[in-house]
């Protein structure tokens, strides 16, 4: 809490300019200023707007080549070896750019990035059947297992950036973000997960009227649809960092897995290949700089 | 409408302390109560305004330093829910939540406390994803209704739910929860909580039954990824 303090003025005190001048330049000292100096609501987007006050820096551009209508869309076939190969959504075009000086995140700020666009993956057949991965071996109620996939299967949309220039040539995940090109098969512990969206591979489960007392014979393959992805990420650096540009990339298909206590999502490329793909449309990205206080 | 003035100056006027002093008062009540009409566009920067006089953000990272980004947690399972992770599930799944270890109801997989708030508007948003075994959503065999899977979230302020959400009911997905309220001073507990679709009548619970036992636990879901932002406007 700030307060102004200053001593009252008795009748027989000297007045002389320096003193009313330290008492006016009182209210415009550094740091002065706080909510306990001013009325509820006394500071709006008038006072806050180009002050930096909260928002030093906001930039957003579309998202991806596709139109809304799904008329055009960007397809991403998934990977039949091990790494996968890095699409960058838009092919270079909707990228973040954030000009020559680029945007430095400081210790007291934080960067908060959010995408979204619209998503269909394709699968044709079962090419993750028995052996491959997500096999699971259900009782079929007489005396045989059946297969029924678990469906952990996804593509991975991840947030990458440039710190190095504004060419915009050395793209790296941002921290708390891998890239899944580490590994055979290639993967990423959970716990560097932290600026992406995964949209689910395929679709299937028990056929409605056949699951009986953790038992199934029959299965219900589901075509996935058109639907809204949307991913978010936000940076609080440990130290002071400068950001040229900011882009999204598409790996897939990966499936989830345990090694070693920890979980993960690791390439499947069994169900690798032309057939099996991501179409996207359109959507945007969109950052915003911001002051943590 | 305040006045700054209580009294004018006039050229050869006498000069009294108290009309000073008045107007020096009459400054300083103005000033603490300005309203945004009457303050300056131009006089408030980063220089005169204290640190969170307007605003306060609270993000979670930062463990271990040498990886930055915003998951909560630490170490191996940063970003993941921990209250169930099975040691009895598959290789090529999550070590998560089974029907063994997770009968249903609402768990608290992150509690994040906003040091300083010093009451106003408070903003959450909270991203993360969801892995969930849909293969039993439908377990009406015998006239039982269908079962969708699906994993529930919300939001709870100082005991009081901010936002909750019906969740994510696809296999693999991500989500962001958004919320905002009033909320009174003081270091508010915000706990981060999820429930998962209990299990059905007909739901298989483990890989097979013909092995010999014990049979391995199938994971039924999980919650990864996950990043919390607070957001205070304070006037």
Redesign the interface.
Known sequence: M?R?I?D??????A?DAGD?NT??TA??????????????????L????G????TLNALRTPLGTGTFDHATVETVPSATSSPATRYEIGGGTTRLVFGGSGWTIGT?D?L?VYWDTSARPLVSGRPYADPN??T????DGA???FD???????WVLHLEMDTTSSALANWVP????GDYQSGSPSFE?????????????Y??????????????NDR?LLAMQW?G??????????SSTTIYGLRVVVTGIY?????A???RLELFTAVGGASQKLELTTGQLSAIH???? | MKYWTQHQARTSQT????Q??AE?QA??SA??????T????????????????????W?T??AP?S?????W?T??????QTQYRS?S?L??????ITYQNYSGGWETAHTQTLAGF?GGHLHI?W?G?V?L??????????YHP?NPKRMQLRIQVAGVTMVERLGVA?????F?VVGGGLFPQGDLQVEYQWRYTPA???????????TPAPNPH??QA?L??N?V?AIAR??
């Open positions: 700030s102004i200053q009252r003025i008795n009748p027989g005190a007045i009313l008492r006016f209210y415009s000292q550094p740091g002065a200023l706080d909510l306990a100096n001013h009325a509820a609501g006394s500071v709006d008038p006072q806050v707007r002050q930096s006050i909260i007291g934080v908060r991965l997500g699971l071996a259900i009782d005396g045989g297992q029924l996939n678990d469906c952990l299967a996804c941002v921290p708390g973000q512990n959970v716990n560097a997960m932290a600026a992406q969206t995964i949209v689910p591979a679709l299937e489960y028990s056929k409605e009227g056949n699951a009986v007392e953790g038992a199934t219900t639907g992805v949307s991913g978010c990420y936000w940076l609080n650096p440990t499936h989830a897995a345990v090694a206590a920890q979980n911001q002051r943590m206080g | 000069t009294e302390a108290d000073l002093n020096m400054s300083q000033i603490t109560t300005l309203d945004r009457q303050t300056p566009q131009l006089s408030y920067s980063p220089t005169n305004v204290k640190p969170y006089a307007l605003h306060q953000m993000a990272g930062g330093a990886l930055q980004g915003p998951l947690g170490g191996t399972t940063r970003g993941e040691t599930g290789a090529a799944q999550f070590a998560a010093r948003e991203g994803q892995a075994f849909p293969g039993f959503q439908q377990t009406s065999n015998n269908a696809r296999s693999m997905g991500s962001r059905g009548q007909d739901d298989a619970i483990v890989f097979t039954t013909l199938l994971m999980h990864f990824g990043k932002l304070y006037r």
